[in-house]
């Protein structure tokens, strides 16, 4: 009974995913995920009490492991990057394949939760991305006093990542291409235009 009860739960939080992602947060109703998931809508109050809820379980994983990337970041804070390092070059990896493995979900934190309760969400990982990048930037300027980055540049290089990240998890891109075109956007977000180049780039 228990197994059924957590394949019926699933079943509804996969079930709105797919219907969030196809015609966005408000079109959405309870009756369409009922009739997809094929879900009695009373049996779906049994486990959630609103589509705000269902629309959250649908990003709390998620919402945690970027939490937690955060605080990793936090971890870091006194440490200058090194980009070209093996390490970091496995970090960037591990983070386009988590977007790749999770582009519904990215895109509903994104993109979808505009016009409901959750639009705060993306306003705050920005604000604590444009944290984590103001710190790197203030600690390579102090080691090199080269990397004089005004904070509004800074905001719109990372208002730009995630447009990125809105596009490429909105439309029907392959593995590969996303893989590819977040590659050429770190490349450019590093170096600038020269970061197309092959002499500078990241990624080759």
Do not use: A
Not at 50 to 73: A, G, R, V
């Amino acid at each position: 009974m228990q197994i059924q009860k957590e394949d019926i739960r699933e079943n509804i939080i996969e079930t709105s995913k797919l219907l969030f992602f196809e015609k966005g947060y408000i079109k959405t109703k309870i009756s369409d995920i009922s009739k997809k998931s094929g879900i009695p809508v009373g049996n779906i109050y049994n486990y959630f009490d609103s589509k705000d809820s269902i629309f959250y379980t649908c990003i709390e994983n998620t919402l945690k492991i970027i939490d937690k990337w955060f605080l990793e970041q936090e971890k870091k804070k006194n440490m200058i990057l090194d980009f070209h390092s093996e390490l970091i070059l496995k970090e960037l990896d591990d983070m386009i394949d988590f977007i790749i493995n999770n582009k519904v979900e990215i895109n509903l934190i994104f993109n979808i939760s505009y016009g409901t309760n959750f639009e705060y969400i993306p306003e705050k990982i920005l604000k604590r991305y444009f944290e984590v990048g103001k710190n790197q930037m203030s600690l390579m300027n102090y080691k090199n006093n080269n990397y004089n980055i005004s904070n509004f540049i800074l905001k719109q290089l990372i208002s730009l990542y995630f447009r990125v990240l809105v596009e490429v998890t909105s439309n029907d891109y392959s593995k590969e291409e996303i893989k590819n075109i977040l590659k050429e956007l770190i490349n450019f977000l590093y170096s600038g235009s020269y970061g197309l180049l092959k002499d500078l780039k990241i990624y080759h």
